[in-house]
């Protein structure tokens, strides 16, 4: 069993930036990937971003050259550093974490809100 937190979100104006952090209730250095998805209202869950255990980065179209993906292994943590925020962006976003046997486990969502 895996526990993922997230914290970080909140409502920012357009333009600006959030850092959203994930926390895991266990080393992540088995984890064969971690991730962020994104749900807005009335639409299906979405890839953000994901970052594989030997660090390989893969960042949906829409958020490329804004967002970032990191992870730290030491403290058990992946990160999504966020700028020039858009309404778009608006949704609640949850960590993902896939582990060896392809088993998949999810945070509780934080939400994000950019006003215009």
């Known amino acids: 069993q895996v526990q993922l937190v997230e914290s970080g979100g909140g409502l920012v104006q357009a333009g600006g930036f959030l850092r959203l952090s994930c926390a895991a209730s266990r080393s992540i250095l088995g984890f064969n990937a971690m991730g962020w998805y994104r749900q807005a209202p009335g639409k299906q869950r979405e890839l953000v971003a994901a970052?594989?255990?030997?660090?390989?980065?893969n960042t949906a179209d829409s958020v490329k050259g804004r967002f970032t993906i990191s992870r730290d292994n030491t403290k058990n943590t992946v990160s999504l550093q966020m700028n020039s925020l858009k309404p778009e962006d608006t949704a609640v976003y949850y960590c993902?974490?896939?582990?060896?046997?392809?088993?998949?486990?999810w945070g509780q969502g934080t939400q994000v809100t950019v006003s215009s």
């Open positions: 993902n974490a896939v582990i060896r046997g392809g088993y998949n486990y």
């Open positions: 970052i594989t255990s030997g660090g390989v980065t």
